[in-house]
């Protein structure tokens, strides 16, 4: 959403929607690209774009994410960064999930640019699916960067997604108050992760630990995945 201090403007550069048709029935897939066009409210800090890719899996339709990848080539980001499930994953054979990583992998080469990855539940089921992600990806499951005037904060709730109210594990938590308060100057910051765990807690005002302090920090944007659908909701200083 457009921020009324105009020092960023967010854009939805593309809602791609594929229809496949089986032999007895009709997939819909939607994969939605995002594009986010930031401008500094210091006029020496040149303006920036970074896309956001939705989830790949799940009833996912062949050759869509080929072309999804593209589209964001045309949209010339800085970086493209995902929330997560890029492979379909749940396969106790580690040559299957390595060779789901070999496909997907060599789709997103193809980009000029860097690529960000925020971990899944379909890419992460287990300990040695987290190694495996480790491994291919280059990225720990946790982990933040900075890029001009703007600080970006992954994290990994793949595992712990059903344990209600604590979305992620402590030691990732205790990391993150860490990096938040380390940060808190920076004139944006972003969080990924992929289950958008906060939902139930939002719709019955119960408490919920992350987002209170995602929102205590003044995170600009939270962008998640998991529910293939786009839901857009506004909590004090902080979008999601």
Partial sequence: MPDESGDYNFSVAKLLQIT????KMKEICLISVLCFILTAANSEIPTF???VVGDRTGSSVENVFDEIIEEVKLLQPDFVINV???IHGYEEDTMVINAQWDTILNIIKKLPGKFYFTPGNHDIQNN???EIFKKRT????YY??????SHFIVLDNSMTQWVF????DSIQFDWLKA???KNKGTENIFVFFHVPAFLDAFRTNASEPLSELIEKYNVRVVFTGHIHSYLYLARGATDY
């Fill in 20 to 23: 496949h048709q089986g032999e």
């Fill in 49 to 51: 774009r970074f896309v």
């Fill in 84 to 86: 997560g499930d890029l």
């Fill in 128 to 130: 040695t699916d987290r």
């Fill in 138 to 141: 280059g990225f720990n499951r």
């Fill in 144 to 149: 933040a960067f900075n890029y001009k005037n």
């Fill in 165 to 168: 109210p604590q979305p992620i």
């Fill in 179 to 181: 990096d938040l308060e």
